[in-house]
């Protein structure tokens, strides 16, 4: 059964920071690219950061880039998404994507920026 469970979300201020997990079972994690997406409300779904399987090539939002970094650890079947300088615009779920086709999703992790 394929699993990905993201965790790491919360409450955070303004410049803060948040280090989100997201462990995948029941695929071969190693050989798939991932992704993270969010959604704030009453927005659509938006893709925020890419990674490939080997951890060679990364891709950002131009919304996050240069705050965010993602990265993998095939050994733990997890990917992360390392969030600096939190903006209130941050606030979304979080939701962690792979597997053949991209067809994998988490249940998504609530992020709130808020003073």
């Known amino acids: 059964q394929v699993q990905l469970v993201e965790s790491g979300g919360g409450l955070v201020q303004p410049g803060g920071s948040l280090r989100l997990s997201c462990a995948a079972s029941?695929?071969?994690?190693?050989?798939?690219?991932m992704r993270w997406y969010r959604q704030a409300p009453g927005k659509e779904r938006e893709w925020v950061a890419t990674?490939?399987?080997?951890?060679?090539?990364?891709n950002y939002a131009d919304s996050v880039k240069g705050r965010f970094t993602i990265s993998r650890d095939n050994a733990k079947n997890t990917v992360y998404l390392q969030m600096n300088s939190l903006k209130f615009e941050d606030t979304a779920v979080y939701y962690c994507n792979g597997g053949r086709s991209w067809a994998y999703w988490g249940q998504g992790t609530q992020v709130t920026v808020a003073s």
């Open positions: 990674i490939s399987s080997t951890n060679s090539v990364t």
């Open positions: 029941g695929f071969t994690f190693s050989i798939y690219g």
